[in-house]
């Protein structure tokens, strides 16, 4: 019975949170950025899924979201045209949240200028306003 301790203690010891996982942009579009990541070493135990943080540039507040374990890509949608996003990733295991990830940065492809026009016209006269926005009146 001792031996049985001693080994489970053992086990416990070399257990530790995840290494960092290596994450990448792969695409863009207008109100999406897909990402892809290699996971590091499991610290002992088998990862059971990772935390994806993003936010907009210049936003203090990261949006968190649980991704399974199974998952070495996502799509983070509904994001703003033309804008800067920050994103960083970390796997986690029945011990804790591994290291985080390098953060990564990517924009959405448009305008910002054109997103905001957009939002402007739900509201506004286009004709009205729109020398003002493009620069020519």
């Known amino acids: 019975m ?3 301790v001693c080994l489970l203690y053992l086990r416990c010891l070399l257990s530790a949170p ?8 792969v ?5 999406s950025v897909q990402l892809s990541w290699m996971t590091g070493s499991n610290g ?3 990862i059971l899924g990772f935390v994806l943080h993003h936010r ?3 936003s203090v507040d990261w ?8 998952n070495r890509s996502h799509v983070v949608s509904n994001l703003r045209c033309g804008s800067d996003y ?11 949240k591994g290291q985080s990830s390098q953060v990564v940065h990517a924009a ?3 305008s910002g200028r054109l997103a905001t026009l957009f939002t402007f016209a739900q509201h506004h006269t286009i004709p009205q306003h729109l020398g003002l926005w493009l620069g020519v009146a």
């Open 108 to 110: 959405t492809n448009g």
């Open 56 to 58: 907009r540039r210049h």
């Open 2 to 4: 001792t031996v049985y």
């Open 18 to 25: 995840p290494a960092a996982p290596i994450l990448s942009v």
């Open 44 to 46: 002992g135990s088998r």
């Open 27 to 31: 695409m863009t579009t207008n109100s």
């Open 63 to 70: 949006e968190s979201r649980l991704l399974s374990a199974a």
């Open 86 to 96: 920050s994103f960083y990733l970390q796997a986690f295991n029945r011990l804790d």
